[in-house]
């Protein structure tokens, strides 16, 4: 019989969907909370653990169940890679979701929040409007939040994942296949 390679990218989607419904699951609570989850620094820092720990969990479950104990590095960046671009994926189909059908003055905290961040920072009154009608052309379209959840959690996910990975592998013994081999001479 062969051995037959464990499949990454159905692991993958499998524990992407249960990381995308952790961050659903925190943004319905905030939201019934009346916590803003764009300014909440504490809620941002959450989402960074959720994810951290989200990923940690998958390439250990997958080294571990999937791999026979060993990962290289590599594998383990794409694990954890994949895992947090899958829930990535899920999460910002909630929030285009229920920016469009539920709640859209999201969208509007946004542009505030950006207009007082410009105020903070004594921008002009011409810098202020040209910054605040890039920031409505990019972000007030529920479209293009899609698009920059799936970016950012790409990116977050990669970068978590490099570093992740450097404690996460764990090579295999290549050198010695048999029990004969590892048995130490007799002296």
């Known amino acids: 019989m062969e051995n037959k390679q464990p ?8 524990y992407g969907a249960m990381l995308g419904l952790v961050l659903i699951i925190m943004h319905v609570v905030s939201y019934l909370l009346g916590v ?11 989402g960074y653990a959720v994810l951290i ?14 791999l026979g104990g060993a990962i290289t590095y590599g594998q383990a ?14 999460a910002a189909v ?4 229920f920016i469009s059908f539920v709640d859209n003055s999201m969208l509007e905290q946004i542009v505030a929040q950006t207009e007082q961040q410009m105020i903070d920072q ?14 409505k052309k990019f972000v007030a379209n529920p479209v293009m939040i ?22 996460m592998k764990k090579e295999g013994n ?11 001479p007799q002296s």
């Open 77 to 90: 960046v794409g694990t954890g890679f994949l895992v947090g671009l899958f829930g990535g994926i899920i």
């Open 7 to 14: 499949s990454k990218l159905k692991f993958a989607l499998n």
């Open 122 to 135: 004594g921008l002009s009154d011409e810098q202020m409007e040209a910054s605040l009608e890039m920031t």
């Open 94 to 97: 909630y929030m285009y979701s």
């Open 174 to 184: 290549t050198f010695f296949t048999d029990t004969e081999d590892t048995q130490q």
């Open 53 to 66: 720990a989200a990923l940690v969990y998958a390439i250990k479950v997958y080294r571990d169940r999937e």
């Open 146 to 167: 899609f698009i920059i959840g799936v970016l950012t959690y790409a990116v977050m996910s990669i970068v978590f994942s490099l570093i992740i990975a450097i404690f």
């Open 36 to 46: 803003n989850s764009m300014e909440s620094k504490p809620y941002q820092y959450l």
